[in-house]
């Protein structure tokens, strides 16, 4: 009898050390795959590392881009080529590219930088946004519904606030999303019309509602600023907090 105990505590023991390896080892499983997970973010992360200012000719991107970086007001024209500088706040800092405002150029620019993309600051002229509201929709639908723009902070800087004539951040916003409202209602029925299994409809926004920023996937926010004024407090702090 003795012997059959001693075998059983024996059988007891070799199952109780089996299970202990058995959780040691999914406990290690578990912190591999955290491991895993943890370096693919961060990897993924420091991928993304510009900001990118963007909109139409003439709403204000070279100032704005020569204020953040040097603190003063360039002689502007019309660039052809993008502005790449180094946006620093105290030890921290990130690469800032201004990308054309010309239509013939700009999606060359904005491709090549989109896939590295923390944030993209959209301007918009405050003062002939009523005017332009088609042309600053349909760029804007552009780029927050390309695929690579989704995991992106989007600033809409309404510049030019220095100007007697400049239209509020809730005026430039209600403006927008009446228009982006009808842009999407364009592109979706010209895309539907189109047979061609390789072309997808984008729908930005919540099917059956009006157009609303507050409907995208994206953190999109609207802030007023004076590029020429040196304004940009605002910026300079949604620059910051995602350094």
Known sequence: MDRINEKSNGNDAIEQEAGDISQILIALIAGLIILVIFFIYKSRSSSRRHFILTGLCDSGKSVVFTQLLYSKVPETFTSIA????????????APLVDIPGHERVRDKFFDQYKNTTKGVIFLVDSVTIQKDVRDVADF??????????????????????????????????????????????????????????????????????DFEFSHLSQNVQFYEGSGKNNDLANLSDWIDRML
């Open 140 to 209: 804007l639908y552009t780029i927050l519904s390309d695929p690579a723009i989704s995991p992106c902070s989007i600033l809409i800087l309404c510049n030019k606030q220095d100007e007697e004539m400049a239209k509020s951040a809730q005026v430039i916003k209600t403006l927008l999303e009446k228009e982006m409202n009808t842009v999407r209602k364009t592109r979706t029925s010209k895309l539907q019309s189109v047979d061609d299994s390789e072309n997808k409809v984008v729908f930005l926004g919540k099917e059956g509602k």
């Open 82 to 93: 993008e502005n790449v500088g180094t946006y620093q706040a105290g030890r921290l800092s």
